[in-house]
Each structure stands twice: as C-alpha cells, then as structure tokens.
C-alpha cells in the first residue's frame, strides 16, 4: 500500500473528473469524517474543552500524517474536504451572523473592529519582516488575529494562493494562541478593573474565535456574554469587505507583475456566506434549526481541518513557522492592550 509522507501539492489535478462517480473519494472522507467525529468528541472532555474540536482535529491529523502516513487511495477524499468541504463550511458559518443587530446595535464596535483588523495585520506583517519570517503565513495569521480565527483564515487563503499546509498551520497556531489568551482573560479580569459590558466588549474585540470570545465573557455573568457576541459578531461582518479588499489587492498585483498564474479567482463561497447570512438574519428559522446548522458547520469544519492538517510536514514547517507565530503572538498583545486602554479611558 502506497503511503503518503511528502506534502501534497495544492492543485486541481488531484480531483477526478467530475464524471467519475463518488467512490474515488469516499476513502478519504470517510477517513477525515472519522477523525473529525473523534476530535469532536475528545474536544467534549473535562480540560480539553477548552481547546476546542478544530484545534483537536489539526493536532489529530498533524500528528498521524507525520508518523504514519496516510493511504494514497484516501488522497482524493482528503483534499475534497480541505478544500471544498472547507468552502461549504464557510458558507453555513454565514448563518450565526446577524447582520440586522450589527448594524442597528453595533456600529461603534465595525469602527473599533476596523482598528483591531488593522492593527492585527500591519503589527504581525511588520514584525514578521523584522524577524525575517514567512510573509504569507504571516498575512494569513493577521487576518485570522483580526478578524475571527480560524474561520477567517479558511476564507481569505483561496483568495491568496495559500498552501494547504499553510492555512493548516495557521488555524493551529490560532487557535492555540487564542485558548491562551481565553484562559488569560479569565484569570485577569478580577485585576482589571473593568465592568461585566467592559469586559464582555474587550472579549469580543480581541479574542481570536467566537468560541474563545464567548468562552471569556460567560465566566463573568449573561451581560457579558451579550456585550462579548455582539463585539464579535461586528469583526465577522467585516470578513466580508476585507475578502473583497484582499480580491483586489491579489488581482492588482498579479496585473503589476504581469503573471496571470497568481491572479486570484472570484471567491464564490464569499457570495453563499452573505447569503447564508441574510437567510439568518431577516427570516424567521427556529433556533433549533439555527442551532442544528451551527452543530454541522462545526463539524464540517473540524472534518475540514483534519483535511489540511494531512498536508502538514512538520520539518519543511519548522523554520517557518516560530517567527509568524512570535509576531502575531506580538500582535495579538498590542491589539489586547489597544483595545484596553480605550476601554478604561
């Protein structure tokens, strides 16, 4: 049995032809639905639910690629749900954001999202540079700081040409940052001299995941969570014009370089994720059913990363990727601090 140990290339030629029937993929997905199946469940225990079922999925699939290997009759079904498992699951996140109380509730928060946004980004590219880190992974760790984790980094990395492994190792190194800082802010908000809104607020603006926003500000009462989610759910409406502003900014340098391979391709699952988001926003769907497609778009997630987490070689990854860590770890303080102050001035 052939076994897989080198990085695959991230390229459509992995994929049958679309007449071929489904059975090329189902090894693969059902070996990715299976790990992604135990990551969730692993992810419900005592301690370790604190990390959540993604980051689980990624040390899952990272460790097993890096000491077995995997089949070569699962590679279609792997790379099916890294990318296009991935995209869909993009699309259903579309449905926990309620456009109508950002906008109508929210708009100091799309202002001080905007300065999280911008400050993530240019602080982990600037120290990025001055450590001579890697410069994609480090936009994709920005972006990802800024705006809402994980999610956000599986949305803008088709837009930037990003590796499988890349994306991979971003949304791990994010989410474990973001875990981190969540237990953080659960120990300091004793000592910091803010009000249950205050800190609910300062969650929502600065965690990385919904899950770790949401995580910090529950400990302090329900008015926290409240204030958290909304804070939050202001920098996921601004995935949106910022995948559009990368869209452009990708295809205007591929156009000053003249190299038609790099131009990005429209982001269609951006237009089904606006979509998602206006069905859940002005129709009146139970919140069974809202809660029933949170569920799945976690799990189709989760399946997702085991996906990308199968394309990480640990030693091609090494040197690359302590400094984007260090830089958005450098980041993802300043933004805390920032936010803080303005806070409590």
């Known amino acids: 049995m052939a076994i897989i140990n080198n990085p695959v290339e991230r390229t459509e030629r992995h994929f049958p032809s679309a007449k071929f029937p489904i059975a090329?993929?189902?090894?693969?997905?059902?070996?990715?639905?299976?790990?992604?199946?135990?990551?969730?469940?692993?992810?419900?225990?005592?301690?370790?639910?604190?990390?959540?079922?993604?980051?689980?999925?990624?040390?899952?699939?990272?460790?097993?690629?890096?000491?077995?290997?995997?089949?070569?009759?699962?590679?279609?079904?792997?790379?099916?749900?890294?990318?296009?498992?991935?995209?869909?699951?993009?699309?259903?996140?579309?449905?926990?954001?309620n456009i109508h109380l950002v906008l109508q509730q929210g708009p100091s928060l799309l202002f001080q999202g905007v300065f999280t946004i911008v400050i993530a980004v240019f602080t982990t590219l600037l120290v990025s540079k001055w450590l001579k880190g890697d410069r994609q992974l480090s936009l994709l760790l920005g972006i990802g700081t800024g705006i809402c984790g994980a999610a956000a980094i599986a949305a803008v990395a088709p837009i930037l040409k990003a590796k499988d492994e890349d994306t991979a190792i971003g949304v791990g190194i994010i989410a474990l940052i973001g875990t981190l800082f969540t237990l953080a802010y659960t120990l300091l908000y004793p000592y910091l001299g803010l009000t249950a809104l205050q800190y609910g607020t300062w969650s929502g603006i600065t965690l990385h995941e919904i899950a770790h926003a949401a995580a910090a500000a529950n400990s302090v009462g329900a008015d926290a969570l409240t204030a958290s989610l909304?804070?939050?759910?202001?920098?996921?409406?601004?995935?949106?014009?910022?995948?559009?502003?990368?869209?452009?900014?990708?295809?205007?340098?591929?156009?000053?370089?003249?190299?038609?391979?790099?131009?990005?391709?429209?982001?269609?699952?951006?237009?089904?994720?606006?979509?998602?988001?206006?069905?859940?926003?002005?129709?009146?769907?139970?919140?069974?059913?809202?809660?029933?497609?949170?569920?799945l778009s976690s799990f189709l997630m989760a399946a997702a990363m085991v996906g990308l987490g199968l394309n990480v070689h640990l030693a091609s990854l090494r040197s690359r990727a302590l400094r984007p860590l260090l830089a958005m770890l450098v980041a993802s303080v300043l933004v805390s601090a920032f936010s803080y102050f303005t806070l409590i001035l």
């Open 24 to 97: 090329p993929f189902l090894p693969g997905l059902l070996f990715t639905m299976g790990v992604a199946a135990f990551a969730t469940g692993i992810a419900t225990l005592p301690g370790i639910s604190k990390i959540g079922a993604m980051l689980c999925a990624i040390f899952i699939a990272v460790l097993y690629r890096n000491t077995l290997g995997y089949p070569e009759k699962c590679r279609p079904g792997i790379q099916f749900a890294a990318q296009k498992i991935l995209r869909f699951a993009i699309i259903l996140y579309g449905f926990r954001l």
């Open 230 to 295: 909304l804070a939050k759910l202001a920098r996921v409406f601004l995935l949106i014009p910022v995948s559009f502003v990368l869209l452009w900014w990708v295809r205007r340098q591929s156009k000053e370089t003249e190299d038609s391979t790099q131009r990005a391709s429209f982001p269609w699952f951006l237009l089904g994720f606006i979509l998602t988001s206006l069905i859940g926003t002005y129709l009146p769907l139970p919140t069974e059913v809202l809660n029933a497609i949170a569920t």
